[in-house]
Every structure is written in C-alpha cells, then in structure tokens.
Nanobody, 117 residues
C-alpha cells in the first residue's frame, strides 16, 4: 500500500506563498499512467482537485484556479511539492496529496492550512 504524508505551515498570510510537500516513503512509481496530485477541502465543502504531476515531471493544473500554482517533483527525495501564491483567506482548507491511477487513492492524512492576516 502506497503511503503519502503532507507537510507544510499551518498558518499563512495572504501575501505569502504557500508551499506544501508530499513525501512518498516507498518512492514514486515511474509509470506514465500514475499521477501525484493535490486536493483541497475547504470547511463544509466538497474536495477540489488543484493539480497533479506525472512520472515525467509534467504538471497539470485545474483550469479554474485563480491563484498562482506550481507543482514540481524531486524523485531523489521521494517528494512532490505544491506552491500557491496570491491566495485569499478562502484558501483556508485541508490540503491532501494523493496517488492517481483510475481514481485518486490513497490520500495522505491531510494538513490544515489557514490563510489569515
């Protein structure tokens, strides 16, 4: 079973860039049908896919994003990273990383991020 673990700051100011890291202790599976994604769930709302990266390092983003988003990976560190800039307080949510292959599973346990000035 693949395991994923998110890490990052719990509190961010709207003027700052949020950076979250997902560590995959077992390492990435380097098949092109597998994606490594980020999903967020604001309070009281459904989960929302933010973007993903594939085994070649190609990122994919939710076209409805209004904040500056960047997803990158470092296979040597068994990590992939989400960076969000210009995020309003409505960016407060639990952020999850997940493995994607015919659906998103498994997910990490999630990390709470609060945007507040």
């Amino acid at each position: 079973q693949v395991q994923l673990q998110e890490s990052g700051p719990g509190l961010v100011k709207p003027s700052e860039t949020l950076s979250l890291t997902c560590t995959v202790p077992g390492g990435f599976i380097t098949t092109y049908s597998v994606f490594w994604g980020w999903i967020r769930q604001p309070p009281g709302k459904e989960p929302e896919w933010r973007g993903a990266i594939d085994a070649s390092g190609t990122p994919y983003y939710n076209p409805s994003l209004t904040s500056r988003t960047s997803i990158s990976s470092d296979m040597s560190k068994k990590q992939f990273t989400l960076q969000l800039g210009s995020v309003a307080p409505r960016g407060t949510a639990v952020y999850y990383c997940a493995r994607g292959s015919q659906g998103w599973s498994p997910w990490g346990q999630g990390t709470q991020v609060t945007f507040s000035s």
